[in-house]
């Protein structure tokens, strides 16, 4: 660590806009400094969005987590981060970007800003039955549960429940970025896209594909019209030109897949240029199938590799029984993975050595995998983490644990680099886009207690231990506010 002084509704909800009630709880919007202060001092530069002063955490390579105390932040109008210098040279930066003292938000001694989180993984239609249902092991819990109910969401009023709800669940609860998994329906997927949109979460969506399912045969596809069906998704995806959401092609699983559908998928993403999402050796009678079903492939790994489908834009879910070999691989190709120990865990799927993973200098992103993991929170994925790395060190795998700084530096800088986002988001450098929560550790029915006694380091590990919702008071993306919501929603 481095320390630096210093009710449910069928319409579709609007993102956040325009003035609060009167009455209303919310804060009042940020200041914006004034043109005739912009005039002042460089009269080229457009006003800023925001200025903050106070504490800030984030990860700075090869730190986990770096502490500034004391710094001053400034946000532009197109929402990225212009400085990050310390208090002292407010008197400056005032002049080169035209503010004054009154257009700067002070932040309390107990709030801080850290950066928004990264679900690398998370399945938007199971949300309907997070919590829920974690009593099978993954194969007989997609057959008994997962197909069934994503069957549901060829029925748009359905889905766009659910998917107005996971998205604003995952907005509140510190997820700033998210890539997900739709269904195999076209349609109810480009609406997932779009609520994400209107609330203003960066994300990756995927139509997700499969062409195999002997266990829930109404819940498949052709192959052609799989293929087919996501070309029409990417298209328009991109036709909508949202500015933070794209498409990513994905395939299920390799169960779920013939050798043609992943091979058509690779071409797709060559053809296009996307990024691709997955799972991979997530439970070991999963990867004996694989094995049988795709005998001419010497591994897992193999099989996406010679389909084009292992790329630096890859993210790989659970990863937990990768060979040496197939690590490597990874590595070369700079494919990433994203750990999911709450569903690992809840399925009794695995444990991901994430230690070893990282020595083989392969990305590595969190992820909540809603719903085999019953919690939407990055911030229990951050627990979660711990804890797996605690057991493999009690097993004697690892000499050493994770540390909680490490784990932080996973759910936000590591999600951003396993997604391929880490020029634009991740941390608070400058020219990076400010996607960020500002945390208040004394918040109104804070799930956690704070004494005299504890310092700023004491305070910081029990919001990433204890914390919840309650202590995320506002959620910027892209330097706009989205949370706290609009009344109107």
């Known amino acids: 660590m481095v320390t630096a002084a210093g009710s449910r509704r069928r319409h579709r909800e609007r993102p956040r806009g325009g003035s609060p009630p009167a009455g209303s709880s919310q804060p009042p919007p940020p200041r914006r400094a004034s043109p005739a202060a912009a005039a002042m001092g460089s009269p080229q530069r457009p006003p800023l969005a925001h200025v903050f002063r106070g504490t800030f955490v984030h990860s700075v390579p090869p730190a986990p987590m770096a502490i500034l105390h004391g710094h001053l932040l400034g946000v532009d109008d197109s929402g990225k981060i212009v400085f990050l210098e310390q208090t002292d040279q407010q008197e400056q930066l005032a002049r080169k970007w035209g503010f004054k003292t009154c257009d700067i938000r002070e932040l309390s001694n107990h ?24 009593d099978l092991p993954l194969l007989q819990w997609l057959t008994t549960y997962t197909f069934p109910t994503e069957a549901k969401y060829k029925d748009s009023d359905f889905a766009e429940e659910v998917y107005t709800r996971v998205v604003r669940r995952t907005l509140k609860n510190g997820t700033t970025t998210a890539c997900y998994f739709g269904t195999i329906y076209t349609d109810t997927s480009l609406l997932l896209a779009e609520i994400i949109d209107k609330f203003g979460q960066r994300a990756f969506v995927g139509k997700v594909c499969m062409d195999v399912n002997d266990s829930v045969p109404q819940y498949k596809e052709i192959t052609a019209d799989s293929v087919q069906e996501t070309e029409r998704f990417v298209k328009e995806l991109l036709e909508k030109r949202y500015p933070r959401v794209q498409p ?41 199938l694989v094995e049988n079903m795709f005998p001419a492939y010497q591994n897992y790994t193999e099989l996406y590799d010679k389909n084009k489908l292992l790329t630096s834009k890859t993210v790989m879910a659970h990863a937990c029984y990768l060979s040496e070999e197939e690590l490597k691989l990874f590595n070369l190709r700079g494919a990433a993975i994203s750990h999911c120990p709450n569903s690992n865990f809840s399925l009794c799927s695995g444990l991901l050595n994430v230690q070893n993973v990282l020595k083989h200098n392969v ?16 911030l229990d994925a951050i627990r979660k983490t711990m804890m797996a790395s605690n057991i493999l060190q009690i097993k004697k795998v690892n000499e050493k644990g994770l540390t909680l700084e490490e784990a932080f530096q996973l759910a936000t800088l590591g999600g951003s680099q396993a997604l391929g986002l880490d020029d634009v988001i991740g941390n608070f450098e400058v020219g990076k886009e400010f996607d960020a929560l500002l945390i208040n550790t004394k918040a109104s029915d804070s799930p956690f207690d704070l004494f005299s006694a504890d310092n700023f380091e004491d305070t910081l590990q029990k919001f990433l231990y204890l914390g919840d919702d309650r202590n995320i008071s506002e959620v910027y993306v892209a330097g706009k506010q989205v949370v706290p919501f609009s009344s109107s929603v």
């Open 363 to 378: 990305k590595l992103g969190l992820g909540t995998d809603v719903a085999g993991g019953y919690s939407a929170s990055m």
């Open 111 to 134: 709030e801080f800003f850290m950066p928004g989180m990264v679900d690398t993984h998370i399945h938007a239609p199971q949300y309907s039955f997070t919590g829920t249902r974690v």
């Open 248 to 288: 990513i092609i994905t395939p299920r699983f390799g169960l779920s897949c013939t050798e043609d559908l992943l091979s058509a998928l690779g071409d797709l993403a060559q053809t296009f240029d996307l990024h691709v999402q997955s799972h991979i050796s997530e439970n070991e009678e999963e990867l004996k």
